[in-house]
């Protein structure tokens, strides 16, 4: 009776294990960097890294994602900043963008830590 009582607890402990490891993996991980380039844009595409922003420089994931109601599986920018109109109130990508990460780096040049605050150290020409 032990043994099987056992057995049936290990059992559960092994699935609990599994099922905790596949939620863990099945968090969204965008494309490491990412390039953001937005439909009619005129400068050249951002090269834009989660990495370097979240686990380098610390910074929240909330502080760009504001309104994503799970944190671990934030949406897109576009899905709520739109690239030519105004949906709910929240500015268009660009503009969300642009006020966005601007600030921030600004905020942080200001701190003495390096961060891009002129156009062409975000949006490089390619090479090649």
Known sequence: ???TVFFIFLTALVFAFIATISMVSAQKKPAEPMSIKLEGGKL???SFSHITHTEK???DCVKCHHKDKDPKNPEPCIQCHL???V????PIAKE???KNCIECHKESSAKG???PTKCNECHKKQQG
């Open 96 to 98: 969300a963008y642009h």
């Open 1 to 3: 009776m032990r043994k």
């Open 87 to 90: 949906k709910d109130n929240a």
């Open 57 to 59: 420089t610390k910074i």
């Open 83 to 85: 690239i030519k109109e």
């Open 113 to 115: 830590q390096v961060a």
């Open 44 to 46: 050249p595409a951002v």
